[in-house]
């Protein structure tokens, strides 16, 4: 199902209810990148990745979400990242899709965990995935860095799954990612921008 197709989140909840299959986890974990400066950007593919990463995780997660509350049990696993902590130059859209996701999943927890159901915001680093590939960002210093190295997808999705199960709102996998993610907090913004910028160079 092509997720850019602003129908599709509908037609995958209408598949679910007429196959009466009671939905009790739900993993939002469709998402691209891009690379470059934003003003030399395809508009069109920067409008595609906020409905992917954004417009068909919302509607899923509420499409699903309902059901969940009237059964007071489900459980919901939307995919951010470590980019949600900070602004990403020649990332731009990317970072501030899933800042969003972060939020939003933190926000919706809070409204729905006392009717039995658990959202979960799953932050990993960079992990060995093709993201890179199709977000042309092979050089990319990530990718190259010693301080916090690429983790297997396997491994990652063990912690989103555990994280999962425990109802956690939000769980970051790897525990130079959390040291990072958190250091944010006390970096002053001009410093993480540069930072990001620098991590983010493809040459």
Known sequence: MDLTDPKASKKIFDFAKKSKAVVEILVNNAG?????????????????MIQVNIASLVELTHLFLQGMVERKNGKILNVAS???FQPGPNMANYYATKAYVLSF???VYEDVYKDGVTVTALCPGPTKTEFFERAEIT???????????IM????????GY????????????GALNKILAQSVRITPRFVIRKIAKFLNKND
């Open 32 to 48: 691209f990148g891009t690379s470059g400066r934003f003003d030399r950007m395809d508009l069109r593919k920067e409008l595609q």
């Open 82 to 84: 470590t980019a949600a």
């Open 139 to 149: 050089k990319s210093k990530f990718l190259n860095n010693p301080i916090a190295p």
């Open 152 to 159: 297997n997808a396997k491994d990652v999705a063990e912690i």
């Open 105 to 107: 999943s933190e926000a």
């Open 162 to 173: 555990d994280a999962l199960k425990r109802g956690k709102p939000v769980v970051i996998s």
